[in-house]
């Protein structure tokens, strides 16, 4: 993992509460995507993951070492910590994004309040509990917001962007929403 920004780095929010934000290695980011076959095609892919497809596009699919979003109808991403040992067929297209995405950690009291102040999202317990996902925009850029437990958000972003929102994120340390 390459560092872009020196990282640890914590504040706090206007509110006074305490936030880190850190960059996490991604291990191995594999998006598979497919026709009408997909289904039972990516399915039998994951398998060796322990994963199968989640019937929603809000929770988050996770076994030991590995998470499985589904992104789309017909589009998932896992992150995992062995790289994925299966080839593209008729039914779905299987493509490594890990030199293309990193990962930010949000943790404590503040990160959801920070969130909100960058992203137009609800990220209360009750909207965004933890275990789902979402998939918005942060200053024009798509980012994927995983909460993994109270006060902990690991985002997904583009990786030529990670430098750029993880400076607009500190920038917003003590200032109002």
Not at 2 to 20: C, D, F, M
Not at 25 to 38: E, K, L, M, R, S
Not at 116 to 135: E, H, L, Y
Request: overall charge negative.
């Amino acid at each position: 993992m390459v560092k872009h920004n020196k990282l640890p780095v914590n504040g706090t929010i206007s509110t006074g509460e305490a936030v880190t934000i850190s960059e996490v290695a991604t291990g191995h980011i594999t998006q598979f995507a497919g026709w009408d076959g997909f289904e039972p095609a990516v399915n039998a892919a994951l398998q060796s993951f322990g994963l199968s497809l989640s019937a929603d596009y809000r929770t988050a699919m996770r076994h030991e070492n590995s998470v499985l979003w589904r992104i789309a109808p017909n589009r998932v991403l896992l992150q995992s910590a062995m790289p994925v040992d299966y080839a593209s067929s008729d039914d779905i297209v299987v493509l490594d994004l890990s030199d293309a995405r990193r990962c930010l950690r949000l943790e404590g009291a503040g990160a959801a309040g920070l969130l909100a102040r960058v992203m137009a999202i609800d990220f209360s317990a009750s909207a965004f509990p933890v275990g789902t996902f979402v998939q918005a925009g942060m200053h024009h850029v798509g980012v994927l917001v995983d909460r993994k437990g109270d006060q902990t958000f690991d985002l997904l972003i583009p990786t030529t962007w990670t430098a750029s929102l993880c400076d607009l994120l500190i920038s917003h340390f003590g200032h109002a929403a």
